[in-house]
Every structure is written in structure tokens, then in C-alpha cells.
């Protein structure tokens, strides 16, 4: 395995350029890696690529990991307790994030406020992240996660909805922390759960 002498590309340093887009690439081979992801409305939104092949995988430091990690949990944490302070703290100010079907939002205010309207008339759910895979390619780091959400009704005898899918995120290193700058939500499945 060749590892380039460059100082400018030791695991966790991560360049900061806010107006670069976020290339994640699709799973599935080189003919689709530089296909991007077109938003169905295409309203003015920045295209938003499916995540990268592992193949082409960097490790990012063990520190970074971590905390990258805890974003994503804290993400759902913040869903399950509806603590949404907590919840927008896992967005950057600038991010963009496309749900698919369900919306595209900009900003942690505007994602936080959908998330707290869809969950209202839930009960107690499980937003339960897994496999969890961070890259670094080209100074930029992506992280992809599985998601199982268990979506119960609040009201009695309610129904169990459950979703599964996966995120594709760009995160940036900012001066509170690592923040998601772009998601791209996936839906695998989704229905009643029982």
C-alpha cells in the first residue's frame, strides 16, 4: 500500500472550504462514481451524491472518529428525548439536507423544526444508528450510517411505524465541534412494525 509523504493529508486534518460541494460518491462501481444525485424538485439545490466506495477509504484519526461518532448518536438522541437544542447541534449554520419524499431542508432551525412537527404525536421512539463508516478523501470527511426508527403512536392502541435506511454526510470541523454540512437521507423500508 503507497502512502504519499504529504503533510497536508494526515488523517484528521480537514481542510476548511466552505463553498466546496460535498463529492460523496455512489456504492456500486466507478460508472456511477461521477453521477451526481439530483434533487427531484430541483429547486436551486446544490446536488447531493450517494456516499462513497470503501475501497477508497482514508482513516480519519481515532480522536475525530469518536467524535463523529457521538454527532450521529447525539442526533438521535436528540429525536428520542425531542431535546431539539441538542438536536441542532449536530447541524453546521449552513447545511443542507435532503430527505428525499420527506423534504430538503437548509439550516438546523429548519430541520429541527420538521423533526419536532413529525414527532409530535409520537410516543417514545428509537432512532437506532449502526454501521457506521467514516472516509476521507480529498480533505473532506463523509460518514455513512444505518438508521432503524421505531415510530410508535402516542395516542392508545396506536399503531408502530418503522423506517429504515441509511445517511450520507459530509461533516466539517468547526470551533464547537464536527458538524453535518450536507445529509442525504436513503429510505430502505418503511411501514407498520409488528
Known amino acids: ?37 439530483v434533487s427531484p424538485d430541483n429547486k436551486g439545490r446544490k446536488n447531493m ?31 428520542d428525548t425531542r431535546d431539539w437544542p441538542l438536536f441542532r447541534t449536530c447541524f453546521a449554520q449552513d447545511c443542507e439536507t435532503d430527505y428525499g419524499s420527506f423534504g430538503h431542508w437548509r439550516g438546523p432551525r429548519e430541520i429541527a423544526e420538521y423533526m419536532a412537527d413529525a414527532h409530535r404525536h409520537m410516543g417514545p421512539t428509537l432512532h437506532r444508528i449502526t454501521n457506521i463508516v467514516i472516509e476521507k478523501r480529498d480533505d473532506q470527511v463523509h460518514a455513512r450510517s444505518y438508521v432503524d426508527a421505531i415510530l410508535p403512536e402516542a395516542a392508545q392502541g396506536g399503531m408502530t411505524h418503522r423506517a429504515t435506511g441509511y445517511y450520507d454526510d459530509c461533516l466539517v470541523r468547526t470551533s464547537e465541534g464536527w458538524k453535518i454540512s450536507r445529509r442525504k437521507f436513503t429510505l430502505v423500508k418503511a411501514g407498520l412494525d409488528g
Open 1 to 37: 500500500m503507497h502512502r504519499e509523504a504529504d503533510a497536508s493529508r494526515r488523517p484528521g486534518k480537514v481542510d476548511k472550504k466552505p463553498d466546496v460541494a460535498c463529492p460523496i460518491l455512489p456504492f456500486g462501481g466507478q460508472d456511477r462514481a461521477t453521477r451526481p444525485y
Open 49 to 79: 451524491p450517494a456516499h462513497g466506495s470503501l475501497l477508497r477509504r482514508l482513516p480519519v484519526c481515532a480522536e475525530d472518529e469518536r467524535a463523529i461518532k457521538h454527532v450521529l448518536l447525539r442526533y438521535a438522541t436528540g429525536i
